[in-house]
């Protein structure tokens, strides 16, 4: 009896020192995810200093979206285009047929374009 106490006391030490020299598997996946979040965390910043750049080069470019220029772009070359055939003699009708517009849009681009002359 005494010598399987003596047996399990030393197996017992052996085991207690045995987990001390194990390698913590914990610590490995704990300094994985510190170095992950750090990574994110860079990452995140980088994009959040080139999105303020970007806001800041579209709000001191020209207060004026670019959509709107485009549409104004757009509104004037097709003004233009129906007052040129306006003025070189063809039907409503057919200025629609050229442009693609509808009837009531040549109409009321072209009654723009008479107003602003």
Known sequence: MELVIIIL???SILLFILSFVQKDRTKD???QIENF???LMQE???LKKKI???EEELLSSNSEPYYAQQQ???TGSLMNEVAQHYENG???ERISQLTGLTETEVQSLLANYL???
């Open 52 to 54: 303020k750049i970007v």
């Open 115 to 117: 107003r602003k002359e």
């Open 44 to 46: 995140i910043y980088q």
């Open 72 to 74: 104004k772009q757009t």
């Open 90 to 92: 063809y039907s409503i």
């Open 29 to 31: 996946l704990e300094n």
């Open 37 to 39: 979040s750090i990574t």
């Open 9 to 11: 006391f030393i197996l």
